[in-house]
């Protein structure tokens, strides 16, 4: 069975860092590409970032570009987002979701992790 | 930035059919996918590729794109697909896009 939980969501000060790490298991981690998606409380889905299979490819929204990075360990089987200067507008679940192929761009998200809870405050 | 607008909310009947859409400049050219989330839980991929589904995903569910406009259409609506609901596209470049997204009320 795919799994994917996401960890390291906390509540942090504005300016603050944190780093979310998002376990994957039950699948060939390095065929898919890999996401992560926001929803502040009460409010619509926002992409953040993508990586494909190999790293080779990333992309970042306009609202974090600067600030947060994406990687993946293809070894362990683990995908990251570092998050540097977080805003108060930042605050939000963040869902680690799995694309349908290695590269983006083409399909959709159809594994997605339960989230992890960010507050800046 | 690339927008994909939706209405706020779709209102049916159960067994009547369901239809939201999701606008956006030459939507047409790009694939769009749309995710059911519910109260408390995480989105599940209904629609692919403008019209495909996902192992598990009823017959109901159903999508078209053309032109500006992609459409997720349920077909004989039941209870449990009340929710709401999200269109995803892709931007320029590497970005991907949600729509505004539109709540289902089964009435």
């Known amino acids: 069975e795919v799994q994917l939980v996401e960890s390291g969501g906390s509540l942090v000060q504005p300016g603050g860092s944190l780093r979310l790490s998002c376990e994957v298991s039950?699948?060939?981690?390095?065929?898919?590409?890999m996401h992560w998606v926001r929803q502040p409380p009460g409010k619509g889905l926002e992409w953040v970032s993508g990586?494909?299979?190999?790293?080779?490819?990333?992309g970042y929204a306009d609202s974090v570009k600067g600030r947060f990075t994406i990687s993946r360990d293809n070894v362990d089987d683990f995908l990251y987002l570092e998050m540097n200067n977080l805003r108060i507008e930042d605050t939000a679940f963040y869902y680690c979701?799995?694309?349908?192929?290695?590269?983006?761009?083409?399909?959709?998200?159809?594994?997605w992790g339960p989230g992890t809870k960010v507050t800046v405050s | 930035s690339y927008d994909l607008t939706q209405p706020l909310s779709v209102s049916v009947s159960p067994g009547q059919t369901a239809s939201i859409s999701c606008s956006g400049d030459?939507?047409?050219?790009?694939?769009v996918s749309w995710y059911q989330q519910k109260p408390g839980q995480s989105p599940v991929l209904v629609i692919y590729?403008?019209?495909k589904r996902p192992a598990g995903i009823p017959e109901r569910f159903s999508g078209s794109n053309s032109g500006t406009t992609a459409t997720l259409t349920i077909s004989g609506t039941q209870a449990l697909d009340e929710g709401y609901y999200y269109c995803?596209?892709?931007?320029?470049?590497?970005?991907?896009?949600f729509g505004t997204g539109t709540k289902v009320t089964v009435l």
């Open positions: 979701a799995r694309d349908q192929a290695a590269e983006f761009f083409y399909y959709g998200l159809d594994v």
């Open positions: 039950g699948i060939t981690f390095d065929n898919y590409a």
């Open positions: 990586i494909n299979w190999n790293s080779g490819n990333i």
């Open positions: 030459d939507l047409g050219y790009k694939h």
């Open positions: 590729q403008d019209s």
């Open positions: 995803q596209a892709w931007g320029s470049g590497t970005e991907a896009v």
